[in-house]
């Protein structure tokens, strides 16, 4: 099981803003990182830190953080959007890596 | 531009173990966590272990007793090792770059660089 906690699936029509979540204990002390994964590939790095995108991510993805909940922002979806996406951090130690179950994102 | 190139057996009998190498391309192998993440399939990624430069190692409680995980720093490269594998430990295997630090009152940590997945299948 995970310690980050994401909904399984979220749906966005076409331009519009979606917001996907990930709580967990961790958050209250880290900053979550979060990933897009298509089929058949590895994950790709889309938001870390406080609210920063490597480079060739577009600016339509941001983060950001409340409490033990951190959101990934997706503003003014595209088709190419449609992806897994997943939080991630350390846990609350600091001795572990952990991983949120996946968000599988449709784009109506 | 950092690149991670992985390589290992690709199909298992039960009980065998699982040996994963990972090299690191293009850039510095200190500073950094050197993770490795599963995938069934399927479903989601789970993290299995991380090593750093000096060999300081980090590894998932759940499947702790059965992995090393080993570091050359002269060759750039790290490995996995997974012992007594069964069905259940089929999956792509990833190696990652994990970098961390800390803000005032707040810690980060993300994975910049991933190899592109070896996939290990556990079959008699």
């Known amino acids: 099981s995970s310690e980050l906690t994401q909904d399984p699936a979220v749906s966005v029509a076409l331009g519009q803003t979606v917001r996907i979540t990930c709580q967990g204990d961790?958050?209250?002390?880290?900053?979550a990182s979060w990933y897009q994964q298509k089929p058949g590939q590895a994950p790709v790095l889309v938001i870390y830190?406080?609210?920063n995108r490597p480079s060739g991510i577009p600016d339509r993805f941001s983060g950001s953080s409340s409490g033990n909940t951190a959101s990934l922002t997706i503003t003014g979806a595209q088709a190419e959007d449609e992806a897994d996406y997943y939080c991630?951090?350390?846990?609350?130690?600091?001795?572990?890596?952990?991983f949120g179950g996946g968000t599988k994102l449709t784009v109506l | 531009q950092v690149q991670l190139q992985q390589w290992g057996a690709g199909l298992l009998k039960p009980s065998e173990t699982l040996s994963l190498t990972c090299a690191v391309y293009?850039?510095?192998?200190?500073?950094?966590?050197w993770s490795w993440i599963r995938q069934p399939p399927g479903k989601g990624l789970e993290w299995i272990g991380e090593?750093?430069?000096?060999?300081?190692?980090n590894y998932n409680p759940s499947l702790k007793s059965r992995v090393t995980i080993s570091v050359d720093t002269s060759k750039n490269q790290f490995s996995l090792k997974l012992s007594s594998v069964t069905a259940a430990d089929t999956a792509v295997y990833y190696c990652?770059?994990?970098?961390?630090?800390?803000?005032?009152?707040?810690?980060?940590?993300?994975?910049?660089?991933w190899g592109k997945g070896t996939t290990v299948t556990v079959s008699s």
């Open positions: 293009g850039g510095s192998f200190s500073g950094y966590y």
């Open positions: 961790s958050l209250r002390s880290y900053y």
């Open positions: 990652a770059r994990g970098r961390g630090g800390s803000y005032p009152g707040y810690y980060y940590y993300y994975m910049d660089v």
């Open positions: 090593i750093n430069h000096s060999g300081s190692t």
């Open positions: 830190g406080k609210n």
């Open positions: 991630n951090s350390r846990d609350s130690s600091g001795n572990r890596v952990v």
